[in-house]
């Protein structure tokens, strides 16, 4: 498994070893020493989600203020502009954020740690998503930012304005928002 750090360097993206041939390819899609060897994280996952969108649907930004959760994405139908803000006050990145596309055939995973929203954009015609999380989901505890906040200017590769969620819809601004110390 190959780790890239991306230029919020607590931020990785993943290209797991694939092995393929005229029959298809396999890959091992996470092994729990391979990716703290990557990586250096030794977090334990505890819940598996599965989400399947159709193109211009935008999920996130999403955090949770406490049982925060750091996620480990991937795809593996379709393809998404995946997105993490770092919402960390203390640090050096604060209220900056990283990008990657992530699809099935480039089999790449994001790691986005605990202290960050996540959120991403379906850019194919479907797509499905699989993500790894730290903790589990607590809804009283769910936060999100707006998706088209003035203050992060997310360059989102959509026409036009995406498909949200009710909840999505309610996001706050940066300036407004409840963050990690």
């Given at each position: 498994?190959?780790?890239?750090?991306?230029?919020?360097?607590?931020?990785?993206?993943?290209?797991?070893?694939?092995?393929?041939?005229?029959?298809?390819?396999?890959?091992?899609?996470?092994?729990?020493?391979?990716?703290?060897?990557?990586?250096?994280?030794?977090?334990?996952?505890?819940?598996?989600?599965?989400?399947?969108?159709?193109?211009?649907?935008?999920?996130?930004?999403?955090?949770?203020?406490?049982?925060?959760?750091?996620?480990?994405?991937?795809?593996?139908?379709?393809e998404?502009?995946?997105?993490?803000?770092?919402?960390?006050?203390?640090s050096?990145?604060f209220?900056?954020?990283?990008?990657?596309?992530?699809?099935?055939?480039?089999?790449?995973?994001?790691?986005?740690?605990?202290?960050?929203?996540?959120?991403?954009?379906?850019t194919?015609?479907?797509?499905?998503?699989?993500?790894?999380?730290?903790?589990?989901?607590?809804?009283?505890?769910?936060?999100?930012?707006?998706?088209n906040?003035?203050?992060?200017?997310?360059?989102?590769?959509?026409d036009?304005?995406?498909?949200?969620?009710?909840?999505?819809?309610?996001?706050?601004?940066?300036?407004?928002?409840?963050?990690?110390?």
């Open positions: 498994m190959q780790a890239t750090r991306l230029s919020i360097p607590d931020v990785i993206v993943l290209e797991p070893k694939v092995f393929g041939d005229e029959r298809g390819f396999f890959m091992e899609s996470f092994n729990q020493a391979v990716f703290a060897q990557a990586t250096g994280i030794k977090d334990t996952f505890v819940q598996d989600n599965h989400s399947k969108s159709v193109k211009g649907v935008l999920r996130g930004l999403h955090y949770q203020i406490q049982q925060a959760q750091g996620k480990l994405v991937r795809v593996v139908a379709g998404i502009f995946d997105v993490a803000v770092d919402l960390r006050k203390s050096p990145t209220g900056q954020w990283v990008s990657a596309t992530l699809s099935a055939e480039n089999k790449k995973q994001l790691w986005v740690p605990v202290g960050f929203a996540h959120g991403f954009v379906v194919s015609p479907t797509a499905e998503v699989l993500y790894k999380t730290t903790d589990y989901y607590a809804p009283a505890h769910e936060r999100g930012l707006a998706w906040d003035p203050d992060l200017n997310i360059p989102w590769p959509i036009g304005a995406p498909s949200l969620s009710a909840k999505d819809q309610k996001g706050q601004a940066l300036k407004t928002a409840e963050v990690f110390p």
